[in-house]
């Protein structure tokens, strides 16, 4: 089983920065694509950013420009780096990742338990 851990959200002014960090736990899991999803209250969950294993990555609209997302394979870790953020970012942001249990050959599509961001003055 494959467990994520997320850290960084909180309170943070329009125009600040905020960097979300996702570790994934478990030796056996090979990851593949990693992602952040955000929602915001009485809206769907959305894709904000997606980053390949090979590091193609692919932003929301709303985002793009203001925030990166990134990873570390060694560390099984994704990374959201947030500039310029307007209080429409304000959400509960889950990181999701995909991947394959080598032990049991079964896919792997695990989800983080989420971390409030909150952009108001």
């Known amino acids: 089983q494959v467990q994520l851990v997320e850290s960084g959200g909180g309170l943070v002014q329009p125009g600040g920065s905020l960097r979300l960090s996702c570790a994934a736990s478990?030796?056996?899991?090979?990851?593949?694509?990693m992602g952040w999803f955000r929602q915001a209250s009485g809206k769907q969950r959305e894709l904000v950013a997606r980053?390949?294993?090979?590091?193609?990555?692919n932003y929301a609209d709303s985002v793009t420009g203001r925030f990166t997302i990134s990873r570390d394979n060694a560390k099984k870790t994704v990374y959201l780096q947030m500039n310029s953020l307007k209080p429409e970012d304000t959400a509960v942001y889950y990181c999701?990742?995909?991947?394959?249990?080598?032990?049991?050959?079964?896919?792997?599509?695990?989800w983080g338990q989420g971390t409030l961001v909150t952009v108001s003055s």
């Open positions: 999701n990742v995909q991947g394959v249990d080598r032990t049991t050959g079964s896919v792997v599509n695990a």
């Open positions: 478990g030796s056996s899991i090979t990851t593949g694509a």
């Open positions: 980053i390949t294993s090979g590091g193609i990555t």
